[in-house]
């Protein structure tokens, strides 16, 4: 996050925060309390993708938007076979 970027600085350290307070307070609850906290955290911050969870996206600061983790992955990566 650049404190220079003016426009996007406060929205990007919101964003930030969002996050660490998803993998920290909100990492601890089981199954059920995350489609909880999933359906409080999309009332308070409308800017998650509606595909899945907010558990599977992080902060792009390049784009300036929640990324899928999946993203992150090599095209070529598959689950392994059971």
């Known amino acids: 996050v650049n404190p220079a970027d003016t426009d996007n600085y406060a929205f990007m350290v919101e964003m930030t925060f969002v ?10 609850v089981d199954e059920d309390g995350r489609k909880k906290i999933d359906s409080y955290l999309r009332e308070i911050e409308g800017s998650f993708p509606n595909k899945d969870t907010v558990y599977e996206y992080f902060v792009n600061p390049k784009m ?3 990324t899928s983790f999946e993203e992150k992955l090599p095209k070529s990566w598959r689950y392994p076979p059971k």
């Open 64 to 66: 300036r938007t929640w």
């Open 19 to 28: 996050f660490s307070m998803i993998w920290s307070v909100c990492a601890s």
